[in-house]
């Protein structure tokens, strides 16, 4: 079986512009959760996605936004980027969501300059 | 919403010496407990799991504990050997909700 696979691996952009994120989960896996990682912050939770729909957000701003497909595929947005965006971009993939495994996917590295 | 408190931040052990990470959630809703490992430059993986209907779990050198009163759960790790240094994370969450992660322990194993 695949493993979660996101694109692309590295960015850079700079401020104001804004940037998009994919991420293709484990064949079957109908929940896509999407997490921001910085140094000493750990993993935050920006939202999940089930079956095209947004189940649950977590506390980032409007900024920033997804979606996800009938494929389960699933994207993220983040417009008008900020220094503090910077971070490495995790998605990860599970059957039903909340107290399924997930699985990681490599991760975007996003810098903004 | 659920939040999860870990400590230590970071913890250095002897080899072979055993290392305890702790954390403690908020809702009691919260069913689910899981706990990731990250290696330098690689992806979170999950190396145990347990759910609010059992205390303990092992898994080899691995034991993870939950408290459901006190709201707390521990991983234990013996034996400690170079290839467990890492970062590790615990998360609560279950049903429809997300899992909320803890902020990490960046365990360190001295020859």
């Known amino acids: 079986k695949a493993g979660v696979t996101q694109t692309p691996r590295y960015l850079i952009k700079t401020r104001g512009q804004q940037v998009t994120l994919s991420c293709s989960p484990i064949?079957?896996?109908?929940?896509v959760s999407w997490y921001q990682q910085t140094p000493g912050q750990g993993l935050q939770f920006l939202f999940e996605?089930?079956?095209?729909?947004?189940?649950n957000k977590g506390n980032f701003p409007g900024r920033f936004s997804g979606r996800q497909f009938s494929n389960s595929r699933s994207e993220m947005n983040v417009s008008t980027l900020e220094l503090g965006d910077s971070a490495l971009y995790l998605c990860a993939s599970s059957s039903g969501g909340g107290a399924d495994e997930q699985f990681f996917g490599p991760g975007t590295r996003l810098t903004v300059l | 919403g659920e939040n999860v408190e870990q400590h230590p931040s970071t913890l250095s052990v002897q080899e072979g010496d055993s290392a305890v990470i702790k954390c403690t959630y908020s809702d009691s809703a919260s069913n689910y407990f899981p706990w990731y490992k990250q290696e330098l430059g690689k992806r979170p993986q999950l190396i145990i799991d347990?759910?609010?209907?059992?205390g303990e779990k092992k898994d080899q050198r691995i034991a993870v504990t939950l408290n459901k009163t006190a709201k707390h759960f521990s991983l234990h790790i013996t034996e400690t050997q170079p290839e467990d240094s890492a970062v590790y994370f615990c998360?609560?969450?279950?049903?429809?909700?997300?899992?909320?992660f803890g902020k990490g322990t960046h365990l360190i194993i001295q020859p």
């Open positions: 064949s079957g896996h109908r929940s």
């Open positions: 347990i759910r609010s209907n059992v």
């Open positions: 996605y089930f079956s095209e729909t947004q189940r």
């Open positions: 998360a609560a969450g279950g049903g429809a909700d997300g899992l909320t």
